[in-house]
């Protein structure tokens, strides 16, 4: 059983949104930071956005600051990154990721390809 799965990828033009879900099965992860990372071609994996199990720290790259906002729902057991004004550099796969913390990440989904046409 996958403990994270990834929803919301597709196709869209510059300029777009998409929202991406991260939901979580098997375990709690209301302990755990949570973070969306993306591979993109050419580059290594990148973390995106992530947040402390408790919301208080957050974390977006420079590249997306002011477009993404991560959210998560503890009681749902849920992530999401609402992703507004998308460039063709922001296309990639996205993977939700879980951890104790400290940027450790120890449980990955799957990922969902996410391209953004010019």
């Known amino acids: 059983q996958v403990p994270l799965v990834e929803s919301g990828g597709g196709l869209v033009q510059a300029g777009d949104s998409l929202r991406l879900s991260c939901a979580a099965s098997?375990?709690?992860?209301?302990?755990?930071?949570m973070g969306w990372f993306r591979r993109t071609p050419g580059k290594e994996r990148e973390k995106v956005a992530s947040?402390?199990?408790?919301?208080?720290?957050?974390y977006y790259a420079d590249s997306v600051k002011g477009r993404f906002t991560i959210y998560r729902d503890n009681a749902k057991n849920t992530m999401t990154l609402q992703m507004n004004s998308l460039k063709p550099e922001d296309t990639g796969v996205y993977y939700c990721?879980?951890?104790?913390?400290?940027?450790?990440?120890?449980?990955w989904g799957q990922g969902t390809q996410v391209t953004v046409s010019s």
């Open positions: 990721a879980a951890g104790p913390g400290g940027d450790y990440y120890d449980y």
């Open positions: 098997g375990r709690t992860f209301s302990s755990s930071s």
């Open positions: 947040m402390s199990s408790t919301g208080a720290n957050v």
